[in-house]
């Protein structure tokens, strides 16, 4: 270290100087990045409820598995009929004899998604759509940050930025996501299995395009309007219900609170917002509320 | 010394008769996968076998598979420059070359399983905002890394060759390789030599992170029967060097027939790439037991479900057929081949190594598909499409043909010695 010549000491200079530019560019690259996607970008939800943690709670006793979420789901979202057979919540058919505690497999191994008829003797539902997990392993793997995880608590999805590697799928522990296989066909009136209606297409709600994913949104449009989402409006026996973790008033506070609740696959640290609790069964075999 | 620069560069002046078919044959297998891509691209991937459970397929069994091959070129070719092994020297090159096509084979597989291909330009303009969380985002620059890395050093290797090939060629040729060699100067030797020594010193530790990162693809997601592992870097890693030395036993036993290099190519490199393989697939099928012990004892329910469909289930027979014939029967050829002395077949060792690839290939197919279809009805079966089968029989037919065409531009050998 006897001298540094002017050579040396003008390439240290340099070799920073090229250190500091090149964090400038990132930091500057980065800006740049975020508002050209803002540009590029279509789909567009209601800004988030400021403070608030969005979760459902399901009574698995009162399901009667007459699938009106379903079908009320597929109307308000726009979701294609065709050409694949796709929804966002699935209803399965269990029996009697497995505990919820047991369905360690998406979809569960006993679980029947195929029924005619419901309720059946010694069998009960168990309805499953997006768990909108507080630690989701769905969106940190996304390479184009186009499923996030917003600060109401909803995960949801940009259409416009999908590339459709499914990895997010892959990652999903409760095959909560689905792919457009196909181009989705939308008629412009549909009619509605529930009570025979004709149904326009909902145009707060994105149509998507062939080769993205989607999900359930907890119906975004609706709840941050404060609406309660489709399904759980639909439902007759009142199974479903929906609110603000962080109102210690809501439905779904007190629910959590008072009732035993549990959750599906808690020991992959998830924390999901999908509660699952019973009051007893509330119909008997013909189907009719107790 | 001129005769055997001589005969080095046959394969660049002269093309035989039985060339031509072979290219067109390998040209219309690809046409038709590029047929089939076309009609993926217009109707979506619902052509494929592929659905909403079972949601990755093929392509990403290639991709893995490709990766892994990759891994034998450089690994080989920095060995030589770093360890001074001469023996292996001769098939550096060859190996090298495979390196580069099948990366490029696998960053394809990657492209074709897109749904919206046409958007992958948002990985290059989100890279900065998803690096620090997407492990798809860690094998791209990994990958992206090793690509770059390698070509970058084979094109140095290849310099001077292209010098002397330029003087030994004439007409279009000439002007061919003297394009390909900016502002050469005869001096350049020992400093691209020190670049070389440094990027087989950076290459060495990024291969192995390739193959790393593949892994954690699918190691990082916790909820996935048999794929969230610990050991699943040096479980892929091990499959990449038994199968990349698997295939360059194969190209070099190739080579090494219809070039008439048999002088060239010592038996003994066969012997020792081969007993690399052999050992490498020996501590696979102890991982593979390792694996399946844990998950069939005590395993979870779905670790059950998977592993009894490999064993027992639905996938047995592609399971026993390829641990048999595929893992065992190769191993116990060249256990007996590295134990008696002197003794090396080629021929019987490139079948074997064959088998020992197509094997690995089924081993990834193992990996992916069964965890994605377990504990389900009919919804999550998975049976390849036509489309599916056309694109596989494509992405193999189009490394062999852009192999067999890098064949006739680049010297397969360091034509002079240092």
Redesign the interface.
Known sequence: MSKMNRRDFLKSIGVAGIFVAFNQA?SG??KV??N??KKVVGTTYKPPVQGASFAMAIDVGACIGCRRCEYGCILENNIPEA??NMHWIDLFEMTNETPVT?V??????NG???YVDSPKEDHWYLSFNCFHCDNP?CT??????ATYKDEDGLVLINYD???????C?????Y?A???????PEHSPSRISPIDGSVVPLNEEVPLR?????EKCTFCVHRVRDGLQPRCVEVCPTRARHFGDLNDPNSEVSLIVKNERTIRI?EN??TQPHLFYFTRGVKWNDEGEKL | MSDKVEKLLRPIKYTSREFYPFILFLATITIVAVYAYTRQLSRGLGVTGLNDITIWGIYIVNFIFFIGISHAGIAISAAVRLFKSDLYKPIARIAEILTIVSLTMAGLSIVIDLGRPDRSYLLIVNYLLRFKESPLIWDITAVGTYLTLSSTYLYLSLRRDFKITSERVNGWQKKFYEFLIPSYEDEEHSTVDRISFWLSVTILPVMVMVHTTVAWIFALLGSRPLWFTAFAGPYYIVAAIASGLGSVVVIAAIMRKIYHWEEVFDPMIFKGLSNVSMLTTLIYIYMMLAEQIGALYAGPEAEFLVSYEWLFGSFSSIFWAMTTLGLIVPFLFLLYQAFKPGYVNINVSAVMCTLLVIAFWFKRYMIIVPTLSIGIQEVGIYTPTWVEISILFGTFALPILLYAILTKILPLMELEEH
Do not use: H
């Not at chain 1, 930025?161 to 990895?167: L, S, T």
């Not at chain 1, 799928?169 to 522990?173: G, I, K």
């Open positions: 990132i690259y980065k990045g975020s050209f996607l050409p694949s047991s360690e497999n998406m979809p569960p191994v029947v998604i195929d392993p940190p793997v996304c390479p184009t940050g930025i999908c590339i459709g590697c499914r990895y799928m892959t990652a999903c522990p095959n996501r689905r792919f457009n296989w196909w181009q395009v062939r080769g993205v994913t696959r992959l640290g």
